[in-house]
T-cell receptor
Framework: GAVVSQHPSRVICKSGTSVKIECRSLDFQATTMFWYRQFPKQSLMLMAT?????????EQGVEKDKFLINHASLTLSTLTVTSAHPEDSSFYIC??????????FGSGTQLSVL | GQQLNQSPQSMFIQEGEDVSMNCTSS?????WLWYKQDPGEGPVLLIALYKAGELTSNGRLTAQFGITRKDSFLNISASIPSDVGIYFCAGQRSDSWGKLQFGAGTQVVVTP
C-alpha cells in the first residue's frame, strides 16, 4: 500500500531556531498534502493544506509566517516552524492525498522546543 | 476547527469484552473515518464509511454511518490486548476533501 514518510521523527531545538519537517509520498504522487498538529492527550487539528505548485491555505488561527509550507514537487511537502518557541512543542503529522480517493498519514514528528 | 463529540473519553475493559464508542456532530459529513493511533505514531485507518446507513466490518471491528449523517459508531468485539490505543473518529465534508475533523479520541485499555 501507499506509504507516507515523515522526517525527522523527533527533533529537539532551542527557542528561536527554525525547524524543517519533511513529508514524502514514497510510491505515489500526492497533489495535496495536509498538515496537522496534535498536543499531548488531544486530538489532531488541521493546520494547513499544501497544494503542489501553489501557496498553502491555512486554517483559521494558524500563522502562515510562522508555519511555512512548501510543496515543490508531487512527492514532497515541507513544514518549517520558524523562530520556534516552547508553545510550538507538539506532534506534527502530515497526510497525503492519492487521486482524491485515499488519504495516508505519515508517522509524525515530535517537536520539543527548549 | 471544531471537534466532533466523541465518547467515551476512555474505557477500561477486560480481555474478551466488547467495546463501543461513538461520535456525533452538529454538521453533516459525507464520509466518516475511524482511526487508531499508537503513542508517537500517526493514525492508522481502520474503517471508512461513505454512505448514510452503511455498516462496514473489518475483522472484529464494525462501524456504521448514521442515517442523519451526523453520527457514527465503532464496535470492537472480543477485545484483545493489542486493541489498546486511542481511537479517533474523523468526519469529512463534501466540499472539503481531505480536510478531516477529528473527535477527541477514546482511550481503550484492555486488561488480561
Amino acid at each position: 500500500g501507499a506509504v507516507v514518510s515523515q522526517h525527522p521523527s523527533r527533533v529537539i531545538c532551542k527557542s528561536g531556531t527554525s525547524v524543517k519537517i519533511e513529508c514524502r509520498s514514497l510510491d505515489f504522487q500526492a497533489t495535496t498534502m495536509f498538515w496537522y498538529r496534535q498536543f499531548p492527550k488531544q486530538s489532531l487539528m488541521l493546520m494547513a493544506t499544501s497544494n503542489e505548485g501553489s501557496k498553502a491555505t491555512y486554517e483559521q488561527g494558524v500563522e502562515k509566517d510562522k508555519f511555512l509550507i512548501n510543496h515543490a514537487s508531487l512527492t514532497l511537502s515541507t513544514l518549517t516552524v520558524t523562530s520556534a518557541h516552547p508553545e510550538d512543542s507538539s506532534f506534527y503529522i502530515c497526510s497525503a492525498s492519492y487521486q482524491f480517493e485515499k488519504l495516508f498519514f505519515g508517522s509524525g514528528t515530535q517537536l520539543s522546543v527548549l | 476547527g471544531q471537534q466532533l463529540n466523541q465518547s467515551p473519553q476512555s474505557m477500561f475493559i477486560q480481555e474478551g469484552e466488547d467495546v463501543s464508542m461513538n461520535c456525533t456532530s452538529s454538521s453533516i459529513f459525507n464520509t466518516w473515518l475511524w482511526y487508531k493511533q499508537d503513542p508517537g505514531e500517526g493514525p492508522v485507518l481502520l474503517i471508512a464509511l461513505y454512505k448514510a446507513g452503511e455498516l462496514t466490518s473489518n475483522g472484529r471491528l464494525t462501524a456504521q454511518f448514521g442515517i442523519t449523517r451526523k453520527d457514527s459508531f465503532l464496535n470492537i468485539s472480543a477485545s484483545i490486548p493489542s486493541d489498546v490505543g486511542i481511537y479517533f473518529c474523523a468526519g469529512q465534508r463534501s466540499d472539503s476533501w481531505g480536510k478531516l475533523q477529528f473527535g477527541a479520541g477514546t482511550q481503550v485499555v484492555v486488561t488480561p
